[in-house]
């Protein structure tokens, strides 16, 4: 007989829109440069199905599972300390809109104690970065400290 526990996860659901296009968006996302110019930390990003990425240094990893550029996104990802082997799944939706970008964001499978932490992330060191991107050109102090501060939660364990 074999025994399955099922881990209880939650979801998080964000929307936000960029003054950019949905190609530059997908750009920001998935360029490992690009990527990297959001934390200042290093990322790794295949830009193949089946391809693996790390971000925040090893601190994220996973892999890509759909692709379709300028339009959507789809990754199974996780956090290095997650319960092992368990991925959540990362949907990216962009749609033109006027002005820029609608993305929808979904993250299926966040461990519970890790929702605050993760649902505030996104938002610090994913879409603030990228909106002061597009609108200003570069990345601010006051988006950069925010960064900063997030690394240090995720350093000390205090996500």
Not at 99 to 120: A, M
Request: hydrophobic fraction near 35%; charged fraction near 25%.
């Amino acid at each position: 007989m074999k025994i399955i526990q099922q881990l209880d996860t939650t979801t998080i659901r964000q929307t936000v829109t960029f003054s950019a296009s949905p190609e530059q968006v997908y750009e920001v996302i998935i360029d490992s440069k690009k990527h990297e110019s959001l934390s200042g930390e290093k990322a790794s990003i295949s830009t193949e199905i089946g391809g693996a990425f790390t971000a925040w240094g090893e601190h994220i990893s996973g892999f890509n599972l759909v692709l379709q550029p300028g339009r959507r996104i789809v990754q199974a990802w996780r956090a290095h300390d997650w319960w092992a082997d368990h991925y959540s799944i990362v949907t990216i939706d962009l749609c033109k809109v006027d002005g820029g970008t609608e993305l929808r964001f979904s993250q299926v499978g966040v461990p519970p104690h890790r929702f605050d932490g993760h649902s505030r992330g996104w938002i610090e060191t994913y879409w603030r970065p990228m909106q002061d991107l597009f609108e200003k050109g570069s990345i601010g102090d006051q988006t950069r400290a925010a960064s900063a501060a997030a690394r240090q939660r995720i350093d000390q364990g205090n996500l």
